[in-house]
C-alpha cells in the first residue's frame, strides 16, 4: 500500500477520531503503537495501525512494523494520496496466542481527486511477543 514519491510527517492531535475507522481518538487507539509505547495486541491491530500510518504519512513506523525478511530498505510514501477509510474483510489467526494471522482489508483512498480502493489479503507474524506485517496479495 502506498509507495510513490514523497513524505509527509504524522499528525498527533490528540483529541480526533483514529484514521483506522475503531471510533476510538487516536490518542487512545494507533498513537501509543506508532509511539513505540505499546505493540499492537493482534495482527488486526497492526493491520489498522498501519493503515493509520499511511494516513498520517508515518513511513518510519510502517518500516518498524514491517518483518525485517521482507521489509524494504526504503519506503517513500505519495503526498497526493490521501487514504480515507479502512474496511475489515477477515481475520485468520492472529490473536493473543497465535504465531501468525492474516487480514484481508479494502483501504479507501483519494488521489487526483479521484476515489480507489486497495484490496490486500496481508500476512502476519508474531516474534519476541510483537507482530509484523510479512506481505501481502493484492485484489
Known amino acids: 500500500m502506498g509507495k510513490g514519491a514523497g513524505r509527509r510527517r504524522a499528525n498527533t492531535t490528540t483529541g480526533r477520531a483514529c484514521p483506522c ?12 503503537a506508532h509511539g513505540g509505547d505499546s505493540p ?6 497492526l493491520m489498522r495501525s498501519r493503515f ?5 504519512g508515518d513511513s518510519g513506523y510502517l518500516l518498524r ?26 481475520t485468520e ?4 496466542l497465535d504465531a501468525a494471522g492474516t ?8 488521489a487526483a481527486g479521484r476515489p480507489g480502493t486497495v484490496t490486500e489479503h496481508s ?17
Open 21 to 32: 475507522g475503531s471510533g476510538r481518538a487516536y490518542a487512545d487507539c494507533c498513537a501509543p
Open 40 to 45: 499492537a495486541a493482534t495482527a488486526e491491530a
Open 52 to 56: 493509520s500510518a499511511f494516513a498520517l
Open 65 to 90: 512494523s514491517w518483518h525485517s525478511s521482507t521489509r524494504p530498505a526504503s519506503l517513500d510514501l505519495d503526498p497526493g494520496q490521501r487514504w480515507t477509510r479502512l474496511e475489515i474483510v477477515d
Open 93 to 96: 489467526r492472529g490473536g493473543l
Open 103 to 110: 487480514v484481508t482489508f479494502h483501504a479507501h483512498y483519494r
Open 123 to 139: 500476512r502476519f507474524v508474531r516474534e519476541d511477543g510483537r507482530w509484523f506485517y510479512l506481505d501481502g496479495d493484492q485484489t
